[in-house]
């Protein structure tokens, strides 16, 4: 099995407590790691190493090209170790080796390396306007916001990490990053790699252990200037909380509930196939997974038909299995969780059009078959909470507005779709749902240089792109004088009259 310490200030180490837990792999149920424990204390260890190393200048104070040289040299490490990081990630999270290779890996190596480019591409210094009168010199300098917390969620453990970490470090930060206690493997992997490049000790820390301890002390720590958090918009109002004591910048990405509106001259070729990789990705544990299908009346039956014809047809099994189309859920409680939502949606009148249960051919692993709830109404709870399960709600709509009022009742605005051939049609569509994201005829399209985040309760800023590097700036803007006499300076007249 494998060990892992806490990785602070450049060391590892075992937690104060000495105590450990277990990772397991939700499709064996068996440990596969047995990670170090941290706690408040833990924590607040590799947050004053995070402070002394940004107050010092050590990384801050580097020239850009030479942080971007090591940010670089990262990027290859993990690209060197590819084949490994796909491994470990299907075995930790239950993600698809289909999924993890074509997107969660890959995409997160992506990254590292465009936010390691930019470090040194982006103009950390801007003009402004000139006076004319006083005759002045303006400008904005973009600053690192100091020691940064972070707290990421367990569906794609390691594009998380990645997606907090690069973007904060490119800007200058310094970080102390809590993985989640089912997936923290990759965040780990991605430590040792760090620790291996020459990141000067202590602008990276990564403290596993529970958000209740660790967590909870990332976000109230008086040293820590900024909380980036992805999770569920429960915890994120938590965040907010304890962050507000000492006025921490906040980034959150938080939940979702993404409406898939198809119009009645939807490519069906294209559209049957997209409404069932919109739900169905990473067994329905996505933020932005379309798990409220509104389809018109008039081919609301044909179109469920065809969907349920496909949806079981998918082949559930080992997610080292390349022939896998859905792995299982993370854990026995997320299941329980998602099995929960299945009985709430039929005791509030909703049909099952497929699925609902956990499928009979497969002892083990944390499985629940694709699920397609028909005669749902958009009040009813599994319409609108976030299941994070393999669970589709079909809505019937009678005109595109009353589906797009539909689409906006809820508290999530994180993403949606519209399937239409009439572009013109889909773009008032698109731009009537309040959300974040909207794709016209795709689903989960995300790329490393577009901006990613929620309106409403999904979420405060954006990540991905110069959005996201721009959340871990802060602007100073800087006045110089260039009249310099006393004598034309008459506003001082306003204080010193002699
Ligand atoms: P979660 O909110 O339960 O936990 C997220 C992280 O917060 C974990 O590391 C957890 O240990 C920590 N945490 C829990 N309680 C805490 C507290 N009181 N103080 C500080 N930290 C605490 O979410 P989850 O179940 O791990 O992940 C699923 C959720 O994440 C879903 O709601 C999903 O929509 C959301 N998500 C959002 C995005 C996005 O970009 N918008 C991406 C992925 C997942
Ligand atoms: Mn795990």
């Given at each position: 099995?494998?060990?892992?310490?806490?990785?602070?200030?450049?060391?590892?180490?075992?937690?104060?407590?000495?105590?450990?837990?277990?990772v397991?792999?939700?499709?064996?149920?068996?440990?596969?790691?047995?990670?170090?424990?941290?706690?408040?204390?833990d924590?607040?260890?590799?947050i004053?190493?995070?402070r002394?190393?940004?107050?010092?200048?050590?990384?801050s104070?580097l020239?850009?090209?030479?942080?971007?040289?090591?940010?670089?040299?990262?990027?290859?490490?993990?690209?060197?170790?590819?084949s490994?990081?796909?491994?470990?990630?299907?075995?930790?999270?239950?993600m698809?080796?289909?999924?993890?290779?074509?997107?969660?890996?890959?995409?997160?190596?992506?990254?590292?390396?465009?936010?390691?480019?930019?470090?040194?591409?982006?103009?950390?210094?801007?003009?402004?306007?000139?006076?004319?009168?006083?005759t002045?010199?303006?400008?904005?300098?973009?600053?690192?916001?100091?020691?940064?917390?972070?707290?990421i969620p367990w569906?794609?453990?390691?594009?998380?990490?990645?997606s907090?970490?690069?973007?904060?470090?490119a800007?200058?930060?310094?970080?102390v990053?809590?993985?989640?206690?089912?997936?923290?493997?990759?965040?780990l992997?991605?430590?040792?790699i760090?620790?291996?490049s020459?990141?000067?000790?202590?602008?990276?820390s990564?403290?596993?252990?529970?958000?209740?301890?660790?967590?909870?002390?990332?976000?109230?720590?008086?040293?820590?200037?900024?909380?980036?958090?992805?999770g569920?918009?429960?915890?994120?109002r938590?965040?907010?909380?304890?962050?507000?004591?000492?006025?921490?910048?906040?980034?959150?990405?938080?939940?979702?509930?993404?409406?898939?509106?198809?119009?009645?001259?939807?490519?069906?070729?294209?559209?049957?196939?997209g409404?069932?990789?919109?739900v169905?990705?990473?067994?329905?544990?996505?933020?932005?997974?379309g798990?409220?299908?509104f389809?018109?009346?008039s081919i609301?039956?044909?179109?469920?038909?065809?969907?349920v014809?496909?949806?079981?047809?998918?082949?559930?099994?080992?997610?080292?299995d390349?022939?896998?189309?859905m792995?299982p859920?993370v854990?026995?409680?997320q299941?329980?969780r998602?099995?929960?939502?299945?009985?709430?949606g039929?005791?509030?009148?909703?049909?099952?059009a497929?699925?609902?249960?956990?499928?009979?051919?497969?002892?083990?692993?944390?499985?629940?078959?694709?699920?397609?709830?028909?005669?749902?109404?958009?009040d009813?709870?599994?319409?609108q909470?976030?299941?994070?399960?393999?669970?589709l709600?079909?809505?019937?709509?009678?005109?595109?507005?009353?589906?797009?009022?539909?689409?906006?009742?809820?508290i999530?605005g994180?993403a949606?779709?519209?399937?239409?051939?009439?572009m013109?049609?889909?773009?008032?569509?698109?731009?009537?749902?309040?959300?974040?994201t909207?794709?016209?005829n795709?689903?989960?399209?995300?790329?490393?240089?577009?901006?990613?985040?929620?309106?409403?309760?999904?979420?405060?800023?954006?990540?991905?792109?110069?959005?996201?590097?721009?959340?871990?700036?802060e602007?100073k803007?800087?006045?110089?004088?260039?009249?310099?006499k006393?004598?034309?300076?008459?506003?001082?007249?306003?204080?010193?009259?002699?």
């Amino acid at each position: 099995m494998r060990q892992y310490q806490l990785y602070i200030n450049g060391e590892w180490i075992d937690a104060k407590s000495g105590e450990t837990f277990k990772v397991l792999n939700p499709y064996t149920e068996e440990a596969i790691a047995e990670v170090a424990k941290g706690s408040r204390e833990d924590a607040q260890i590799a947050i004053d190493a995070a402070r002394k190393a940004f107050d010092s200048g050590i990384w801050s104070g580097l020239p850009p090209q030479r942080r971007c040289e090591i940010l670089l040299d990262i990027a290859e490490r993990l690209a060197a170790k590819q084949s490994e990081l796909i491994e470990l990630e299907t075995k930790d999270a239950g993600m698809t080796t289909r999924m993890s290779s074509m997107a969660d890996i890959p995409g997160g190596i992506g990254q590292f390396r465009y936010y390691a480019e930019l470090a040194r591409s982006v103009p950390f210094y801007e003009g402004l306007p000139p006076m004319e009168f006083p005759t002045s010199y303006n400008f904005v300098l973009r600053e690192p916001i100091g020691v940064c917390g972070q707290i990421i969620p367990w569906n794609a453990p390691f594009l998380m990490a990645v997606s907090k970490l690069a973007p904060a470090l490119a800007a200058g930060n310094t970080v102390v990053l809590k993985p989640a206690s089912y997936t923290p493997i990759t965040a780990l992997e991605l430590a040792k790699i760090i620790d291996e490049s020459d990141m000067p000790k202590g602008v990276v820390s990564v403290v596993t252990g529970p958000g209740s301890t660790v967590g909870e002390e990332i976000a109230a720590n008086p040293k820590v200037d900024k909380v980036s958090f992805t999770g569920s918009t429960e915890v994120g109002r938590r965040i907010m909380e304890l962050a507000s004591s000492t006025v921490k910048k906040v980034t959150l990405e938080l939940g979702g509930k993404s409406p898939v509106i198809v119009l009645e001259d939807a490519n069906w070729d294209v559209a049957i196939d997209g409404v069932l990789y919109g739900v169905y990705l990473h067994s329905g544990q996505i933020c932005v997974a379309g798990t409220r299908l509104f389809l018109p009346g008039s081919i609301h039956d044909e179109f469920v038909e065809k969907l349920v014809a496909k949806a079981s047809h998918m082949k559930l099994g080992d997610p080292m299995d390349w022939g896998t189309d859905m792995g299982p859920l993370v854990s026995a409680e997320q299941r329980d969780r998602v099995e929960g939502y299945i009985k709430s949606g039929l005791g509030q009148g909703a049909r099952l059009a497929c699925g609902g249960a956990r499928p009979k051919e497969l002892e083990k692993g944390y499985f629940v078959e694709p699920t397609i709830f028909i005669d749902v109404k958009n009040d009813m709870k599994i319409a609108q909470e976030e299941i994070f399960g393999p669970v589709l709600s079909v809505i019937k709509y009678s005109s595109v507005d009353e589906a797009i009022d539909m689409a906006n009742d809820t508290i999530y605005g994180l993403a949606g779709a519209v399937w239409s051939e009439d572009m013109g049609r889909a773009m008032d569509v698109a731009k009537k749902i309040r959300s974040g994201t909207v794709w016209i005829n795709e689903h989960h399209m995300i790329d490393t240089r577009h901006p990613f985040g929620g309106y409403k309760q999904s979420g405060i800023g954006r990540e991905m792109g110069i959005y996201g590097f721009h959340e871990y700036t802060e602007i100073k803007h800087v006045y110089m004088d260039l009249v310099r006499k006393r004598e034309s300076k008459l506003w001082y007249g306003m204080v010193c009259s002699g």
